[in-house]
């Protein structure tokens, strides 16, 4: 049998080249880069757009589908620019062109849509086959001047039609509308910002080349984002980012309080921050009430209809309603921070982080280029035009003459041009005049019309070869481009406004709770909850089959219990967060983290200053301050280190000026607190010294020497021993036989 090679075939002609594979992948990744970078992801600093949006633009253009015309259905449209210019799958171009059709995330639309092009909520567009769309004044503006040579144009992705480099753009769409996008290893993030404030901004750059970044910033002193919001961002921050191409904006929803009536009122909000989707707004403020994140605030409610109006309702008249928003601002999105990062394409080939003053340097310099173009491709066309002007005044005051050569002559056209000196260009506009332009009053006009085209050469001219004319000119614009989309317009005013952030304490949560009172019980098997009002500890309550109570205690609304675990963690839990007391509670191992297999050592109320002896079933233990226990996370905190096999055992408020030990071994020793490090965390010293046998420790008591050391016995009656010398002793040692009628479960049970 034959052997088979797997060398594959080789067209004739053809030869097989070898390279290292990181070369060859290094290579090819490298092309994909680039692409991605130039023709998907950065926009032009020019006009602002990235291609897919460039060519939509176009093709609408050749749809002739102006601001003022009819509507075409969406799949038309997106058809034509994918199998004319841009290859990439209708539903992408779709999603693009929605884009600039919705007026909540783009500050001067670039298409009019006609149908259900998404919303605010974040509800997608219809499909094409169901929306219609057209341009806007703002995209004719961009457009403007490409049928007059204003820019290059190149070819499709099949070489079977031309489409324009970039756009003539009369105004800043990049700072304008914004963008964004994310490339191979660089992204961009550009805000909007507001038309007139960007060209009283370029004709100050104009007239003054070097002008300062503090002095642009008084002409655009901020983004201007399409949902307006208030931006609270400091003026040093904004002038930064604008410096240096990066930075963030703080921007905040606007919002008042409406009067009910009778001291009631509620909080309306009618702009949320920029790209900030309503409907998870709304379900996020939901969560907030739900998890009493936020205990001032009672309810949020949808409002809306062509304006935004989220209503906020206080839990009671008092609440400052400066407080609520504030902490409303720090846990939603009521407030955002926006960055910037101003990576674009220069002269659409390299990426580059952009100043502000160069994104306005760029989009300047190609004005200038688009001007000097359009006035050339003017000029030609004039002097086109006074070559058969030149040719038609010939033929005026010849007329006669034109006439018979044109009625007998064999070749009319060679005679006239041998005869009267004409180019072939005059010879066949004289040959194509129509017989009622022979009148006297046509040949004035076409002196008039040759006069008048002159004088505008002559101003062409003067432009083209002065450098102040022509910035003259492109101010000109610019005040023309403001006045079009300026702040008298409907569209065109600023609706972001620019505030400092109110000076607002930061209150503590428990501040914004209503004190009530609340009983707390919590069960052996560590079900919790919280039953209003202060009952009799003594109370009969129901548990769950096979369980009790353990911890019982009064408490209010806005004090915080502290749980300390076998594991040596402290954890923190706010009472106003407890279940309902009308069922049987709930887990507190789902409030806290507190492992399965770590007990609940103690649970009670914090009180700010005081002390705490924690120690160990090994007889370790310290002193620690109560307020450096309170944890902030569910976690906890971990306080009282504990090696495998030891547990956390006790925690007991130091009170008094001695503690009492007594371990397993029922011996029992007393010795002064101050023998006790005051720790923050650690394994503490030895409190006790025990045998291997019965090794551990069993119960601690501090008290005042002088009073006593008191337990409850068996029959429970108090006791207590005012003579302790033959139990008082160093630390760590191991303490003498407990006094007589000491219980045997080793506990003081007090």
Request: hydrophobic share 40%; glycine share 8%.
């Amino acid at each position: 049998m034959a052997k088979q090679s797997n060398t594959p075939d080789i067209p004739d002609g053809g030869s097989i080249t070898t390279e290292p594979l990181r070369e060859a992948l290094g290579g090819r990744y490298l092309t994909y880069a680039l692409s991605t970078i130039m023709n998907r992801a950065l926009p032009d600093a020019r006009d602002g757009l990235k291609p897919v949006h460039r060519r939509i633009l176009y093709a609408m253009r050749e749809l002739k589908l102006d601001s003022k015309g009819r509507y075409r259905k969406s799949s038309k449209i997106t058809g034509d620019v994918m199998g004319n210019y841009h290859p990439h799958g209708d539903a992408a171009i779709y999603d693009a062109m929605a884009r600039l059709a919705q007026d909540f995330n783009v500050r001067y639309p670039l298409v009019d849509g006609q149908g259900n092009f998404g919303n605010i909520d974040g509800d997608n567009p219809a499909a094409a086959r169901y929306t219609e769309a057209r341009m806007t004044a703002a995209a004719e503006a961009l457009l403007d001047g490409l049928s007059e040579n204003a820019v290059d144009f190149r070819d499709n992705y099949d070489g079977s039609l031309q489409e324009p480099v970039v756009l003539p753009a009369a105004f800043p769409n990049l700072l304008a509308n914004g963008s964004s996008g994310i490339a191979v290893g660089m992204a961009t993030n550009i805000p909007p910002h507001n038309i007139a404030e960007l060209c009283d901004a370029a004709i100050h750059l104009i007239k003054a080349p070097n002008a300062r970044d503090e002095t642009l910033l008084d002409h655009v002193p901020g983004p201007d984002f399409p949902t307006g919001g208030i931006l609270v961002e400091p003026r040093e921050n904004i002038l930064n980012a604008y410096k240096t191409g990066r930075g963030s904006f703080r921007l905040r929803a606007r919002w008042q309080t409406e009067d009910l009536g009778r001291g009631q009122w509620q909080i309306i909000v009618t702009e949320i921050p920029y790209q900030v989707q309503k409907s998870k707004l709304i379900e996020k403020i939901a969560e907030i009430i739900n998890a009493k994140k936020i205990p001032i605030l009672a309810d949020v409610r949808d409002e809306s209809a062509e304006d935004i109006r989220l209503v906020l309702e206080p839990r009671a008249k008092t609440v400052d309603p400066a407080v609520l928003m504030e902490a409303l601002f720090r846990q939603s999105d009521l407030e955002t921070r926006f960055s910037l990062n101003m990576n674009v394409l220069i002269d659409g080939l390299t990426p580059q982080v952009s100043t502000l003053k160069q994104v306005l340097r760029a989009f300047i310099d190609h004005r200038r280029q688009v001007m000097l173009r359009r006035a050339q491709f003017r000029k030609d066309k004039i002097n086109k035009r006074l070559e058969v002007l030149e040719g038609y005044l010939v033929a005026y005051l010849n007329l006669d003459r034109v006439i018979e050569i044109i009625r007998y002559g064999d070749d009319p056209k060679a005679e006239l041009i041998a005869e009267f000196e004409l180019s072939e260009a005059q010879a066949d506009a004289i040959l194509n005049m129509r017989l009622r332009s022979l009148r006297k009053l046509e040949e004035m006009e076409l002196r008039n019309e040759r006069a008048a085209l002159i004088t505008e050469r002559e101003g062409i001219d003067e432009l083209l070869g002065s450098e102040g004319a022509q910035w003259l000119r492109l101010i000109e614009q610019l005040r023309a481009t403001k006045k079009q989309f300026g702040k008298h317009t409907g569209f065109g005013k600023r609706r972001t406004e620019l505030a400092d952030a109110p000076d607002v304490e930061d209150v503590p949560l428990e501040a914004m709770i209503e004190k009530e009172p609340l009983t707390v019980v919590c069960s052996k098997m560590g079900w919790v909850r919280g039953m209003k009002g202060h009952i009799a500890l003594d109370s009969a309550l129901k548990f769950k089959d096979g369980d009790e109570a353990k911890f019982i205690f009064h408490a209010h609304t806005t004090d915080k219990l502290v749980l300390f675990g076998a594991n040596g963690r402290f954890y923190t839990i706010l009472a106003s967060n407890l279940p309902g007391g009308r069922g049987m509670g709930e887990p507190i191992r789902l409030m806290v983290d507190l492992p399965n297999e770590s007990e609940i050592i103690d649970l009670f109320l914090h009180v700010p200053g005081r002390e705490l002896l924690v120690a160990s079933s090994a007889g370790d233990g310290f002193v620690v301050a109560e307020d450096d226990v309170i944890a902030q996370t569910k976690t906890g905190r971990q306080v009282l280190n504990v090696k495998a096999g030891v547990t956390a055992r006790i925690c007991q408020p130091v009170s008094g000026d001695h503690v009492a030990c007594v371990g397993l071994n029922r011996k029992v020793l007393v010795f002064p607190v101050a023998d006790l490090p005051r720790l923050g965390r650690g394994k503490g010293v030895r409190l006790q010294k025990y045998a291997d046998k019965d090794g551990e420790l069993s119960d601690v008591k501090c008290f005042n020497l002088s009073n006593g050391l008191q337990w409850l016995d068996a029959g429970g009656r108090t006791r207590t021993v005012l003579e302790l010398d033959e139990w008082r002793g160093k630390r760590a040692a191991s303490g003498r036989m407990a006094p007589r009628g000491f219980p045997r479960d080793n506990k003081f049970n007090l």
